[in-house]
């Protein structure tokens, strides 16, 4: 057993709201520099849709993550040596125009405009050429099922559905999906960096770009299947989401949670058995990742555990944090949170929670179905979505959530506690009412459970940030070597 401590969040996608309130101060603090205008390190997608940016799910055209090869993982996008024989020709690199051309406005043509007898206008402005641009993508052109009926069939999401017939208005369905960098336990972006600027933290899994080691290859960009690897087109480097790290270190959670006013995230430390991951990568069947990643999770609660973990040189302040973790119990006790995309192999470690849904408009015809197949969004899509494909963890998870609200329902009501619903999931009123808490009225506190940098004193800290992350100033292009 090989315990390392990893820091993980959990979103609530049955509470989120779509406003976008996360991405904007992660824009605000981390990408409001010269280079970084089109990079979103957390932005808001519509389900169903093709996303930001484009199809990025679909790896046969972007061939990132892994697969298993004669038995053994293997880069999709091919190992080292073919890297190497094609280090100046990457063909999965997405393009500009896969994301959007960054644009602003002559805002001072309307200020300054003379008096006419129309109002002034002003056209979209590319910021990276200075020329006008004709607006055709943006990093939320699908808000809301925005051209559903363009883009909808192109979500790999609905394989094994017919996808022309949920664009229909009676079976249409949405919800959304915020996304951020998922700092996995086996990150394809690391494995593809030819030049080892791509790190995962040993105290806590954070994965960081050295941005003096970085040389431009943006092999990073084309290997991480989420697509949540960026080119600074100014500096010639590497940039992504670094999980907040100043804050956490102070014990502070992520700006995206902070800000967020639907309340759905959770983000906690967890320990997880550095041994067991290589097998659960190599699982052999898609569906077999999920279960596999969670036996990697360890419960912090265990004895035999603790003594590893202290062993292992975990602080005893983050040791107490892993059994306060607000994610724990989410993604294994109730087993309700669940991996985004686990097919990819990099086992991530931002999960989510399916979302409800109203009934569809077929539900009357079909009373004696189990209710999540009653539910407006399909399972298949979910599963799809976030254990590949395989159903069963996704209909536990609505099933419990279900239980949930019909027990908090009767209990509200005055009405006789529906003991059978929640056992039909294997929960009891004790579990129901400590999920209820969580999900619903938990405070700062309880949401996140971050514990604090155990590095040296604050002179080794100033010493050591310029090691990693981003730099004071962006310095010269990188030469190519």
């Known amino acids: 057993m090989k315990i390392k401590a990893q820091m993980t969040m959990v979103l609530n996608l049955d509470k989120c709201l779509g406003c976008h309130t996360c991405s904007i101060p992660c824009k605000n603090v981390w990408t409001n520099r010269r280079g970084a205008e089109y990079m979103w390190f957390n932005n808001v997608e519509t389900k169903p849709g093709i996303g930001y940016p484009k199809q990025w799910e679909d790896q046969t055209r972007h061939r990132g993550g892994w697969r298993l090869k004669n038995g053994r993982l293997a880069l999709a996008a091919g190992g080292r040596l073919h890297k190497g024989l094609n280090i100046f020709h990457n063909p999965h690199l997405p393009v500009i125009d896969d994301y959007y051309e960054p644009w602003t406005y002559d805002y001072e043509k309307l200020v300054g405009s003379p008096e006419r007898r129309h109002q002034p206008s002003i056209r979209p402005r590319s910021q990276v050429t200075g020329e006008n641009l004709r607006l055709t993508w943006g990093p939320n052109w699908e808000d809301d099922l925005a051209g559903l009926t363009e883009t909808g069939p192109g979500d790999p999401n609905f394989r094994g559905l017919e996808a022309r017939a949920f664009m229909e208005f009676r079976n249409v369905f949405m919800f959304w999906l915020p996304r951020l960098c998922e700092h996995c336990l086996n990150p394809a972006c690391v494995a593809s960096c030819p030049s080892g600027a791509l790190y995962k933290r040993e105290e806590d899994g954070i994965v960081l770009v050295d941005q003096e080691r970085c040389r431009g290859w943006r092999y990073c960009v084309s290997g991480c299947p989420y697509k949540k690897v960026y080119f600074n087109w100014e500096s010639g480097r590497a940039e992504k989401c670094l999980f907040c790290y100043p804050r956490v270190e102070a ?32 699982a052999l069947a898609d569906a077999d990742v999920y279960p596999a990643q969670l036996e990697t999770i360890l419960d912090p609660h265990d004895p035999e555990v603790e003594r590893a973990a202290a062993a292992a040189g975990i602080p005893a302040h983050v040791r107490e944090a892993a059994r306060r973790s607000p994610v724990y119990p989410l993604m294994k006790t109730w087993r ?94 004790g579990q129901a009412a400590a999920m209820y808490r969580l999900l619903a009225l938990a405070p700062h506190g309880e949401r996140f459970v971050v514990p604090t940098a155990a590095g040296g004193p604050l002179a080794d800290a100033h010493t050591a940030q310029g090691r990693c992350g981003f730099p004071a100033a962006a310095g010269p292009t990188p030469e190519g070597d």
């Open 336 to 429: 309700l949170a669940l991996p985004l995309h686990p097919e990819f192999r990099t086992l991530p470690m931002v999960w989510y929670v399916p979302p409800l849904s109203p009934l569809g408009p077929l539900a009357e015809e079909a009373q004696g179905a189990a209710v999540v197949d009653r539910l407006r969004i399909p399972v298949a899509y979910l599963a799809n979505l976030l254990t590949a494909g395989d159903e069963a963890p996704v209909r536990l998870a609505l099933k419990r959530l279900w239980a949930l609200r019909r027990h908090m329902r009767a209990q509200r009501l005055g009405e006789p506690p529906d003991q059978a619903a929640l056992e039909s999931v294997g929960l009891d009123p």
């Open 251 to 282: 014990g502070q959670t992520t700006l995206c949670a902070h800000s967020c006013v639907g309340r759905i995230r959770y983000v906690g430390v967890l320990l997880v058995d550095a041994e067991r991951v290589p097998g659960a990568a190599a």
